[in-house]
Nanobody, 118 residues
Framework: VQLQACGGGLVQAGGSLRLSCAAS????????MSWYREAPGKRRELVAT???????KYADSVKGRFTISRDNVRKTVDLQMNTLKPEDTGVYYC?????????????WGQGTQVTVSS
């Protein structure tokens, strides 16, 4: 099982980016899918989570600006980020609870850099 994230980049404050993450492998089921971020010198933090049934939670810092979504058929999770701020800068990681031919495990994607300039 692999989670492959893409969509990061450099954007000015106030701009938008869309991150995407695709799961691949012999996957039977994906439960929670999440996005985390790690800013320089800070601990990795949860940005948003979406359950298989579509229940969503956001970090207070991104509520109203970020939108998480998923496609259970395509096995993808996206993060639409609007009104970006310099403090949103960091490496963004997708994460998923995956049931596969290997068993049930939590997986991380490789991370994608988001840089917001002021």
């Amino acid at each position: 099982v692999q989670l492959q994230a893409c969509g990061g980049g450099l954007v000015q404050a106030g701009g938008s980016l869309r991150l995407s993450c695709a799961a691949s492998g012999t996957i039977f089921r994906i439960d929670n899918m999440s996005w985390y971020r790690e800013a320089p010198g800070k601990r990795r933090e949860l940005v948003a989570t979406i359950t298989r049934g579509g229940d969503i939670k956001y970090a207070d810092s991104v509520k109203g600006r970020f939108t998480i979504s998923r496609d259970n058929v395509r096995k993808t999770v996206d993060l639409q980020m609007n009104t970006l701020k310099p403090e949103d800068t960091g490496v963004y990681y997708c994460n998923g609870d995956v049931g596969s031919s290997m068993g049930n495990y939590n997986y991380w994607g490789q991370g994608t850099q988001v840089t917001v300039s002021s």
